[in-house]
Nanobody, 115 residues
Framework: QAQLVESGGGLVQPGGSLRLSCAAS????????MGWASQAPGKPRELIAL???????NYTDSVKGRFTVSRDNAKNMVYLQMNSLKPEDTAVYYC?????????WGRGTQVTVSS
């Protein structure tokens, strides 16, 4: 069964760090891209980081220099290292994969940045 399962969300203070993990089924992980999206309250879901099978990455401007997406091909895992977190990063974060033109989403994990 194709699925994505996120973990690692929580409450963190501004300026802090958090690492999200995503366990992917093999059928999704073998697709062209994996990545992460965020959805803040009242806003649409936005792709923020993508990584190709070969490891090439792309980020939306708001997270460049602060977030790093990576993958472990041996474990079918995708990670999002988030540093210098800001209150505006508060959102539900979703793991994302695309294979043969079909998009897959996890159920999401909440990240709250607050003092």
């Amino acid at each position: 069964q194709a699925q994505l399962v996120e973990s690692g969300g929580g409450l963190v203070q501004p300026g802090g760090s958090l690492r999200l993990s995503c366990a992917a089924s093999g059928s999704i992980f073998s697709g062209n891209f994996m990545g992460w999206a965020s959805q803040a309250p009242g806003k649409p879901r936005e792709l923020i980081a993508l990584i190709s099978r070969s490891g090439m990455t792309n980020y939306t401007d708001s997270v460049k220099g602060r977030f790093t997406v990576s993958r472990d091909n041996a474990k079918n895992m995708v990670y999002l290292q988030m540093n210098s977190l800001k209150p505006e990063d508060t959102a539900v974060y979703y793991c994302y994969g695309i294979r043969w033109g079909v998009s897959y989403w996890g159920r999401g994990t909440q990240v709250t940045v607050s003092s």
